[in-house]
């Protein structure tokens, strides 16, 4: 389990210049369900929010620097509803923009880059809590009145990197570490926010590319070729959400594809409601696939028939999912919609990142056995908390009579 800084209330849209704005820090777990117990420094620093094309990098504030970290509050889930002035950014002018950050640490001297990421670089992500940052906030008196209003989305940023150059598949030139950024919805809308495996899965394919050669046994050398081999990919995410776990393969593919050479195509699926925030993800980060962009689709695992740009695929090499269990009542349009996908070309692989939430969601691998496909868990993350995320690897092993 994976414990969150945000919201409960949300900094404003526009403050005056000067003073304090009132917030109210939280900490719990990926549904806000589960407060966390123990007490947590909080930090809070200020970043300045470009003016001029905020979006032609993978992140606004990426290569800006930020104030230094000061000690906001002691956390405590006794207090949690308390609110808490924080001092505007020291200079502030009026008209400029700027993001809160909050953090569970200061960093380290002299300040370290990325104490507002989340390093998923790191097989221990998540034994921290994780930091927060605010939607820009204008700083102007200008129309100014009363109570303005509070921010309905916030920023994460994730800290990922490529193969070493040194490695034998690289043959295009790339970033090593680069930042993610994925935006959430601060309401409690599922689809909009991100979930424990959705980190605990792209923690682990970041980890997993960079995974030698020689201590990959013959079930971690079909998942590494499927997902990390220089050909061509085809890939389907189910229940994408945010879109965390299409944009971290994305980017971690994007060495292998050039204005040249043919892209990959990775779909990122999900409910009607959750794309334009699945399309706001993607275009955030577009310069760390630029030639290989995934795609948001529409798929609802009741409907009928797959969407045509999926019917339309040549291959379709694997299927990612992370948290599709949830909700038991699902399980047979999951069933089903996985049952079309590995029925659509060659059998494609399954990768799964799985968070146990209740012991009956686990009957879904009985009823993946059921239709011939089986399922080996290959990998974890512990977080900070258990339940862990699980990574499990799935095959067709044989045509079941009820893959239908």
């Known amino acids: 389990m994976f414990f969150y800084i945000s919201f409960l209330r949300p900094p404003p849209i526009q403050a005056a ?144 990197s490529s193969l070493s150059p040194s490695t034998e598949e690289i043959t295009h030139e790339f970033t090593p570490t680069r930042e993610l950024k994925i935006t959430e919805q601060t309401s409690f809308d599922l689809d909009k926010k991100i979930w424990d495996s959705g980190i605990g899965l792209s923690s682990w394919l970041v980890d997993f590319q960079q995974l030698d050669k020689n201590k990959r046994n013959w079930s971690l050398g079909i998942v590494w070729d499927a997902l990390f081999s220089q050909e061509i990919r085809c890939m389907v995410e189910l229940g994408a959400g945010t879109g965390i776990v299409s944009l971290t393969i994305a980017s971690l593919r994007a060495q292998f594809s050039t204005a040249e050479h043919k892209s990959d195509e990775i779909i990122a699926t999900d409910l009607e409601s959750a794309i334009p925030l699945l399309k706001q993800n993607i275009d955030s980060n577009v310069s760390l696939y630029s ?33 599709v269990t949830y909700n038991t009542s699902s399980f047979p349009a999951l069933l089903k919609t996985v049952s079309k996908l590995v029925k659509l070309r060659e059998p494609p692989i399954i990768i799964l990142g799985y968070k146990e939430r209740d012991e009956a969601e686990r009957d879904v691998w009985i009823m993946l056995e059921e239709r011939g496909i089986r399922l080996e868990k290959i990998g974890q993350r512990l977080g900070a908390a258990k339940p862990g995320v699980e990574i499990w690897f799935g095959q067709v092993v044989e045509r079941s009579a009820t893959m239908v």
Do not use: C
């Open 17 to 160: 210049p000067l003073g304090t704005i009132l917030i109210t820090p939280q900490i719990s777990n990926d549904l806000r369900t589960e407060p966390y117990e123990a007490s947590q420094d909080i930090f809070y620093s200020w970043m300045p929010y470009p003016q001029a094309n905020p979006t032609t990098t993978s992140s606004a504030i990426v290569g800006l620097k930020t104030t230094k970290p000061a000690k906001l509050t002691t956390y405590r889930n006794v207090s949690a509803y308390k609110e808490i002035p924080v001092p505007v950014p020291p200079g502030v002018r009026e008209g400029q923009r700027w993001q809160l950050i909050l953090s569970p640490s200061a960093g380290t001297a002299p300040l370290r880059p990325g104490y507002y990421t989340v390093d998923m670089r790191d097989p221990a992500v998540g034994n921290a809590v994780l930091p927060v940052i605010s939607m820009p906030i204008l700083f102007s008196a200008k129309g100014l009145k009363g109570n303005a209003k509070k921010q309905e989305k916030i920023e994460r940023m994730y800290l990922i």
């Open 291 to 323: 030639h290989n962009i995934p795609e948001a689709e529409i798929l609802d695992w009741e409907d009928g028939e797959l969407p045509s740009s999926i019917r339309s695929l040549e291959r379709l090499d694997v299927i990612l999912m992370s948290d």
